[in-house]
């Protein structure tokens, strides 16, 4: 079947720097894609979305990019800090029979930042 | 963003038994899912919760062992029935709005089967 998936599993970058976590998707046909932040003991914390129609997004210090050629997305995270020490996820809405939907989400990227 | 909370937050159970898991929306929302994270991993989903009806269950997951309510629209439980070790996992609750198709995520079960 088709999946969402993450180039990297770990990332460590040192605090003020930009980060950028990456992930791929394979079902062409998804038009919306979401990155949420889990941080530990809690659930996933809505970051950014961005439709296919659009190639780029920003927020608070967070930016995301799709490239829809290469079927790819990524979190650029600017100027870390602690807080945002987390596992990262990716993922797409999937339309299913009778109009319902889905969310597939990537394995998760977890982002340390050293101080 | 609608404020989700789940009861229990936490729970270690014996293997056999069955724990009811509950989900609250301060709002009316249109879809209601379940999702397991087992440990160290992504999240899957079990099922959507349908108002009046019964769940929609996805692929691997059946109603016997996850029977799910949804009385109204803010609302909703999961069953995890019959448990064994490797129900261990956290089980999540989101939700979405007619105005945002985002979903959002309570905070959570962690459950423990021994």
């Known amino acids: 079947g088709e999946s969402v998936g993450l180039h990297l599993p770990t990332l460590s970058v040192q605090e003020g720097d930009n980060s950028i976590i990456n992930c791929a998707y394979s079902?062409?046909?998804?038009?919306?894609f979401i990155w949420y932040k889990q941080e530990s003991g809690k659930g996933p914390q809505f970051i950014i979305d961005?439709?296919?129609?659009?190639d780029k997004r920003q927020g608070q210090r967070v930016t995301v990019l799709l490239n829809k050629t290469v079927k790819h997305l990524s979190l650029q995270i600017a100027a870390t800090q602690p807080g945002d020490s987390a596992v990262y996820f990716c993922?797409?809405?999937?339309?299913?029979?009778?109009?319902?939907?889905?969310?597939?989400f990537g394995q998760g990227t977890r982002l340390t930042i050293n101080p | 963003s609608a404020v989700i909370s789940q009861k229990p937050s936490r729970d270690i159970c014996q293997r056999g038994t069955s724990l009811t898991i509950q989900c609250q929306v301060d709002?009316?929302?249109?879809?209601m899912f379940w999702y397991r994270q087992q440990p160290g991993q992504s999240l899957t989903l079990i099922a959507t919760?349908?108002?009046?009806?019964?769940?929609?269950?996805e692929s691997g997951f059946v109603i016997d062992k996850f029977p799910i309510s949804r009385p109204n629209l803010t609302f909703s439980t999961l069953t995890v029935s019959n448990m064994s070790p490797e129900d261990s996992s956290i089980y999540l609750c989101?939700?979405?709005?007619?105005?945002?198709?985002?979903?959002?995520f309570g905070p959570g079960t962690r459950l423990l089967v021994l």
């Open positions: 079902n062409s046909a998804s038009d919306y």
């Open positions: 989101s939700v979405e709005t007619r105005i945002q198709e985002t979903q959002y």
């Open positions: 961005i439709r296919s129609n659009m």
């Open positions: 919760a349908n108002q009046g009806s019964e769940a929609t269950y």
């Open positions: 709002s009316q929302v249109t879809m």
């Open positions: 993922a797409e809405k999937e339309w299913l029979s009778q109009g319902a939907q889905k969310l597939v």
